[in-house]
């Protein structure tokens, strides 16, 4: 699996690697290996396709990162599908060199949940380790950023109204560099006429002792065909310092190859 795309930092563009990995499987999917530049098996990202959307991730404002580079052992035993990981800790950094082992960076992550038929599934996901600083830390975090986290994830299917719809639940909370994190996401999507997906979502992020993150997000989205889907996306910001709300609107024309 491969998703790449160019961002630009400064004045030049330089590529960075979303998933790119190689799963073995052996004892029957029991215990599979899987390496590369991988999701970090944390919260509801391992289990969401966040790269055909513009719904941002909340690893990246959870977490710092999406993927690391690294090693998993994964599959399912008796009535758990887990995973575990031992990253590297650079995350998405393009400017941190994930192999250098003086760097002092590492993430160990795990995330677990049953195996079932039901409409509802809960998934429990830990990680800790020190790793690159985040792209919002504005240059006054320390070299390394200390993260602890434990969090719990709830995904389920709602029949309302002659249609399904998907309810997404995630809740964590831990350290980061010694000072308190809490992180809460709600998200709902109700598909239309097969080609139609709303998807309406709320989130809070609050470190240390400053004011909690509030914003939200709706988004229409219509696939063309097989290959082409576009997207709009509202987003309203409810904490900002002067108190007036941040409105932005986003356009996505997305490929499948």
Same mark, same amino acid.
């Given at each position: ?75 399912? /035993? ?28 590492? /993430? ?12 509802? #599934?809960?998934? !429990? ?20 950023? *200390? ?9 389920? /299917? ?22 308190? !994190? ?14 139609? #997906? ?15 993150? !509030? ?10 065909? *097989? *290959? ?30």
């Amino acid at each position: 699996s491969m998703d790449h795309r160019n961002i630009r930092r400064g004045s030049e563009w330089e590529p960075e690697i979303h998933t790119a990995y190689v799963n073995v499987r052996g004892m029957f999917g029991r215990l599979n290996v899987r390496v590369g530049h991988l999701e970090v098996p944390f919260g509801l990202e391992p289990v969401v396709d966040s790269h055909s959307t513009l719904v941002p991730s909340m690893a990246m404002v959870n977490v710092g990162a999406m993927q690391d580079w690294g090693l998993s052992l994964n599959g399912q /035993l008796n009535a758990l599908d887990y995973e575990i990981a031992a990253t590297t800790g650079a995350g998405m950094s393009a400017n941190a060199n994930p192999f250098e082992r003086e760097n002092g960076m590492y /993430l160990i992550s795990a995330r677990t949940q049953p195996v079932s038929e039901d409409d509802t #599934k809960i998934g !429990v996901s830990a990680l800790w380790g020190e790793m690159a600083p985040a792209h919002d830390d504005g240059g006054h975090a320390p070299s390394l950023r *200390s993260e602890r986290r434990v969090g719990v994830d709830i995904r389920a /299917l709602h029949f309302v109204f002659n249609g399904v719809i998907e309810s997404r639940f995630e809740v964590s909370g831990g350290w980061r560099n010694g000072e308190s !994190v809490v992180s809460i996401e709600s998200t709902a999507t109700r598909p239309f006429a097969d080609v139609w #997906k709303a998807t309406a979502s709320a989130r809070l992020w609050r470190h240390g002792d400053a004011d909690p993150l !509030v914003w939200s997000f709706v988004t229409v989205r219509r696939d063309i065909g *097989s *290959s082409f889907a576009v997207e709009g996306m509202l987003t309203r910001e409810f904490s900002r310092p002067d108190g007036d709300v941040d409105t932005s609107l986003q356009l996505l024309l997305y490929r499948t190859l």
